[in-house]
């Protein structure tokens, strides 16, 4: 939620098609930036 609020809290768009793909890009961002944070697991055998 956090980085949701970082990207501003409002939706700016005013158009409910827009409002909708503003919010779709805010959770790409949002997943992005947890894939980047992920640890990548290796089995070490």
Same mark, same amino acid.
């Given at each position: 939620m956090r980085?949701?609020k970082?990207f501003?809290?409002r939706?700016?768009? $005013?158009?409910?098609?827009?409002? /909708? =793909? *503003? !919010?779709?890009?805010?959770?790409?961002?949002?997943n $992005?930036?947890?894939?980047l944070g /992920? =640890? *990548? !697991?290796v089995?070490?055998?």
């Open positions: 980085c949701l970082a501003g809290e939706i700016a768009a $005013r158009n409910p098609d827009r409002q /909708t =793909a *503003e !919010i779709q890009i805010r959770i790409a961002l949002v $992005r930036f947890n894939a /992920t =640890a *990548e !697991i089995s070490v055998a």
